[in-house]
């Protein structure tokens, strides 16, 4: 079975200052799907941004960027520029080929104005 | 925009109680999904659905039951509910491939007495 672990369970960051989000994963799979979701308070969980496992490169979405080490099992989250509109509940998640997902506990990430 | 929606942000039942909590998603996606969110444990999966009347369990299964006569709706039962079920429901729905992002309803918080 697949698990995700995020080891931070509170981060916070002053505004504009860059922040990354840790999260390691442990899987016998070679072929599956890495997401950040975002869960503003009280809010619906949204995508951040999604990482193919077969791909070397790592993926961005304007401010936030990960830093995918397949071979370590790490998959970061760096939010650059921070903006008040960035606290929330981060979450790591795995998809494999089952269709399922297995997610992190969760990191809640506070910015300071 | 793909729109998930639940039926109640909030519900209040007493033990032994049969509880439905209703989830209908008005993209056409095969997938949907019942997640439990608990502060410290994340996401955890309950059941899930790829087609309908299909269902897989997830990994918190017990004490839970779930209906897909169409495919936009995606129903969770507590049949005799607990206590321990005083929780946060999230259902997701995606479309059936692990590549893609599950798009999340706003959530159920239920309060079991």
């Known amino acids: 079975a697949q698990t995700v672990t995020q080891s931070q369970p509170e981060m916070s960051v002053q505004e504009a200052e860059t922040v990354t989000l840790s999260c390691t994963y442990d899987?016998?799979?070679?072929?599956?799907?890495l997401f950040w979701y975002k869960q503003p308070p009280s809010r619906q969980m949204i995508l951040v941004i999604r990482?193919?496992?077969?791909?070397?490169q790592n993926a961005t979405e304007n401010r936030f960027s990960v830093n995918f080490q397949k071979a370590a099992k790490s998959f970061s989250l760096k939010i650059s520029d921070s903006q008040l509109g960035d606290a929330a509940m981060y979450f790591c998640?795995?998809?494999?080929?089952?269709?399922?997902?297995?997610f992190g506990d969760g990191t809640t990430l506070t910015v300071k104005p | 925009d793909v729109k998930v929606t639940q039926s109640s942000r909030y519900l209040v039942k007493r033990t032994g109680e049969k509880v439905f909590l209703e989830c209908v998603q008005d993209?056409?996606?095969?997938?949907m999904f019942w997640y439990r969110q608990d502060p410290g444990l994340g996401l955890r999966l309950i059941y899930f659905?790829?087609?309908?009347?299909?269902?897989e369990k997830g990994d918190i299964p017990e004490g839970y039951s779930v209906s897909r006569e169409k495919k936009e709706r995606f129903s969770l039962i507590l049949e005799s509910a607990s206590t321990n079920q005083t929780s946060m429901y999230l259902c997701?729905?995606?479309?059936?491939?692990?590549?893609?992002?599950?798009?999340f309803g706003p959530g159920t918080r239920l309060l079991v007495l």
């Open positions: 899987t016998s799979e070679s072929d599956y799907y």
């Open positions: 998640a795995y998809r494999s080929f089952t269709r399922k997902s297995t």
């Open positions: 990482q193919e496992a077969y791909k070397q």
């Open positions: 993209m056409d996606h095969e997938n």
């Open positions: 997701a729905s995606s479309p059936d491939s692990y590549q893609e992002t599950q798009y």
């Open positions: 659905s790829y087609d309908v009347k299909m269902k």
